[in-house]
């Protein structure tokens, strides 16, 4: 089976390249408004971004700086597939600008541009990263009224488009070998995410001119649980806020297509050195999945419960007849011409460590 991967490196206002209804998904974290490192990024696409920071006036640069995002949600609404999801990663922000401290709600401006392009909302999940930090209430203080909650948790948001959900022909093989496991719904579908850590945000040195950056890099786990949840292999992924590319390193794995946007094209050489690891990266993945998996039908069926289902492709039992066609690939070699990849997936054979019966 073969995947294709291509990063534009311009602006995602306008993804002309794209034809209008042929994207499956799309995941992304964009640059957050109010957060001081994208102040300079706003600033450049909005020149008013500027004279509205430089007035002290909070409230005109958080709306300016969401008419920026506004044009590329725009975009999303138009290239994704009806029944198409979209999920955002984004954090709120709190900043004092002048006198007054106060919180700026991303998520709630990026839900109302969603709805206003025609979205429907459906369920979103609290990403709250562990943390033991003894520092977090710093500066806080013992005595009320005025002491600020920290904020310790992002948001990953989740729209389909339109309100009809997406046909698929009844005996899509695709469909079948794409499920996930019983206990891994359990998990992943539950509202909160407390297990996934954050990236540590390393700075990176930017090729072109010399600079350093720091990369706002999400971790490799939330987009792949997010593609393994509302995606089919063979499905094209788009991230028009690619940075360095985890979203399309999650998609490799996946053994789906994927679509980035960046106008930075400083990480690129960051990508290519994950790439060249991901092969190795993508048979440990595999490997942690189907062990977490065979060691919980252990533990299930030490339990006295019946397991009535045998995987087909796999020397293991499942819970449900859904996961019964489950199937991985691994990545077996790829081709790189001007940014764009070609990736050969092969079908992943597993030998459980745990003898299964
Ligand atoms: C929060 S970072 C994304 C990080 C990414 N999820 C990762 O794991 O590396 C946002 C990225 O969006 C890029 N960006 C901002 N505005 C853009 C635009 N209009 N078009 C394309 N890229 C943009 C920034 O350069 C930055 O790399």
Redesign the pocket.
């Known amino acids: 089976m073969k995947t294709n991967h291509t990063i534009l490196f ?4 306008d993804m002309s390249e794209l034809q209008s209804n042929s994207i499956d998904l799309m995941i ?4 957050y408004p109010m957060i001081e490192m994208w102040d300079s ?1 706003f600033a450049s ?1 909005n020149d008013d971004v500027k004279q509205a920071l430089d007035e002290e006036d909070g409230r005109s640069a958080f709306n300016l700086m969401h008419e920026v995002l506004d044009k ?1 949600w725009g975009e999303v609404a138009r290239v994704l597939k009806f029944g198409g999801i979209a999920c955002i990663n984004i954090g709120d922000a709190t900043r004092k600008i002048g006198k007054n401290f106060q919180l700026y709600p991303n998520h709630v401006k990026v839900s109302n541009s969603f709805q206003n392009n025609g979205f429907i909302v459906l369920p979103s999940i609290l990403w709250r990263k562990p943390t033991n930090s003894p520092n977090k209430f710093l500066g806080s203080g013992m005595l009320p009224p005025n002491a600020y909650v920290t904020l310790e948790h992002e948001h990953i948001l989740i729209f389909r488009k339109g309100d009809i959900k997406r046909k698929l022909p009844t005996k899509s093989e695709n469909r079948y070998n794409s499920a996930f496991f019983w206990e891994e719904r359990n998990k992943w579908f539950t509202d909160v995410w407390e297990d996934i850590k954050g990236v540590s945000q390393k700075i990176y040195k930017n090729n072109q001119n010399k600079t350093r950056q720091r ?4 971790p490799l786990e939330l987009p792949y649980r997010l593609i393994n949840m509302f995606s089919l292999i063979e499905d094209t992924i788009l ?9 399309s390193l999650a998609a490799m794995i996946s053994t789906r297509n994927s679509i980035g ?4 094209s400083g ?1 690129m050489n960051l990508f290519r050195t994950k790439l060249g690891k991901l092969k190795q990266l993508n048979i440990d993945i595999n490997n942690n999945r189907l062990d977490q998996h065979v060691d919980f039908i252990t533990s299930y069926k030490k339990r006295l419960k019946e397991v009535k289902y045998t995987a087909a492709h796999y020397k293991f039992h499942v819970i449900t007849k859904q996961e019964i066609d489950f199937l991985l690939y691994v990545i077996n070699n790829y081709t790189e011409k001007k940014n764009k990849f070609i990736l050969d997936h092969q079908k992943f054979e597993y030998e459980s460590k745990v003898k299964t019966d």
């Open positions: 311009k602006d995602s206002s992304t974290s964009p640059p990024l696409l590329v990369s706002a890099a999400f991230d028009p806020f690619w940075g360095t590319g985890t979203t946007y960046e106008i930075n990480f």
